[in-house]
């Protein structure tokens, strides 16, 4: 219906990281362990090969979104959700290639895009919603 009025459509995607429900994932996960006042109990810092997964499962939603026929994919960065958790000097906390300055922080965010678009090709539409204030 979207398509037959002219309109288009993207879906959203995210990982709530810390802020998924502990029954959802392995625990509560981070990019480094954190504590906060809302999380049920701290958070684990997510290993390399985690990381790592997580990546793929990006690209093979935005794969499955397409798939769909959605007229493109938006990564949600924002709002304290992983990519936004990664890029936060506050939650991201690492001391080696995923954390510690801000091109390290941004590095997942950099291999999600990379692993979106390799899986979508070049002229599919992928938008990045980021906030405008951490902390």
């Known amino acids: 219906m979207i398509h037959a009025e002219g309109g288009r459509v993207v879906a959203q995607i995210n990982h709530g990281g810390m802020q998924c429900a502990r029954t959802a994932v392995d625990g509560t996960i981070a990019p480094s362990k954190i504590s906060a006042d809302f999380l049920q109990q701290p958070a684990r810092a997510l290993s390399t090969a985690e990381i790592g997964m997580l990546i793929e499962a990006y690209a093979q939603a935005a794969r499955r979104v397409q798939e769909a026929?959605?007229?493109?994919?938006?990564?949600?960065?924002?709002?304290?959700?992983?990519?936004?958790?990664?890029?936060?000097?506050?939650?991201?906390?690492?001391?080696?290639?995923?954390?510690?300055?801000?091109?390290?922080?941004?590095?997942?965010?950099?291999?999600?895009?990379?692993?979106?678009?390799?899986?979508?090709?070049?002229?599919?539409?992928?938008?990045?919603?980021?906030?405008?204030q951490d902390g």
Do not use: C
């Open 69 to 132: 026929g959605f007229d493109g994919v938006q990564l949600h960065g924002a709002h304290g959700y992983l990519i936004n958790q990664f890029l936060s000097p506050f939650v991201n906390q690492r001391d080696d290639e995923w954390g510690g300055d801000f091109e390290r922080r941004l590095r997942f965010l950099r291999e999600v895009t990379h692993a979106v678009r390799a899986q979508v090709g070049p002229d599919y539409p992928m938008l990045i919603k980021f906030g405008m």
